[in-house]
């Protein structure tokens, strides 16, 4: 028996393995949630599909999530093949390096655009797809990070979009929670992954937080994978 036997999982973000998503997913798994994963673009099928199956999954979608087009086509295909949702995971975030680099003040109004769309707008757009298959309830979930609190160097736009990713957050708990929709984001700390090495000065963040974090160890996607299954 497993602690989520019976309930079905779209993922949103699996690149590799390295991925935050595929950590979340594979503890997903191994209790027993029925996966469904989508990945952005076709350069990624052939890592995301070996990792699927490695799991049984049959169901990988691409989905660019700045296409409401797209983005209806997925959760048109989890109620056909699943007729409901009980996990929705939003593991996507992306700005351009250029925004991530230089000073602050000298982000691009394209660049906002773009870096605010795909990591914090998104999750707006899923849940709204998402409440009308989470008849039972459900949890929906997304990744932020601290620097949306504190200046970091160079995290840049993409502070500005966890910022609104997480006050995103409180209003979709707000609105679903009447209907047993539980909405949380996830503050994970620094782990290497695709993402994490377009943050200029990632491996300084690294090891900085494995000095000063209580356990002097960064988080692991096993760690994260974890604090997922809870929320679930
Ligand atoms: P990752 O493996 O690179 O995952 C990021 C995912 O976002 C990739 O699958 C990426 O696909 C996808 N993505 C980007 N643009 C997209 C689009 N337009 N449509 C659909 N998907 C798109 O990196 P990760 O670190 O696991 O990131 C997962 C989440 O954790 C992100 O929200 C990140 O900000 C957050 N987080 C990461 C850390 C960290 O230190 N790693 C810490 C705290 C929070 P492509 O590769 O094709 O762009």
Redesign the pocket.
Known sequence: MGLMDGKVALI?????K??????ITQRLHDEGATIAL????E??EKRVRPLAEQIGCDFVEP????SDEQLDEVFAKVKERFGKIDVLV?????ANRDDLDGRFVDVTRDGFKLALD??AY?LIAMAKRAEPLMTEGGSIM?????AAEKVMPKYHV?AVA?AA?ETITRYLANDLGPKGIRVNA??????????????PG?RM??KYTEKVSPLRRSVTQEDVGNTALYLA
């Open positions: 949103f973000g699996v690149a590799n390295n991925s935050i998503g595929w950590g989508s990945y952005a673009g350069a990624l989905c660019d999530v700045t939003h593991a996507v975030a992306f795909i990591s998104s997304s990744l932020t990070y601290y993409m966890k990713l996830i503050s994970a700390g620094p782990i290497k992954t695709l993402a994490a090495a377009g943050v990632f963040m690294l």
